[in-house]
């Protein structure tokens, strides 16, 4: 069994999405160390797993994707208002 260390502080705080959040905008690890009560080598080990990145990567396709699904509603939208103003497309 591989050996296993011990629990990060930053993972497991009652504040992690706020505290990825703040990762993500660049809050200088200092201000979040002192305002979540934690180490701010915790946060910079956390910071430096990478785990960061990929949830600000994966909120971003995220929110790409809903706006991909909000255009195309728009469009199918403004297809159906054009048809009963001008006719359908011939």
């Excluded at 995220?62 to 939208?77: G, P, Q, R, V, Y």
Aim: aromatic fraction near 4%.
């Amino acid at each position: 069994m591989a050996k296993r260390g011990p629990t990060c502080s930053i993972c497991s705080h009652p504040a992690v999405d706020e505290i990825n959040g703040r990762i993500a905008s660049r809050v200088k690890l200092a201000d979040l160390a002192r305002e979540f009560s934690v180490s701010e080598d915790s946060l910079w080990r956390f910071k430096k797993t990478g785990l960061v990145d990929l949830i600000a990567q994966e909120k971003l396709r995220s929110m790409a994707n809903d706006l991909c699904k909000s255009l195309l509603s728009i469009k199918i939208e403004s297809e159906k208002v054009e048809e009963v103003l001008h006719g359908p497309k011939e």
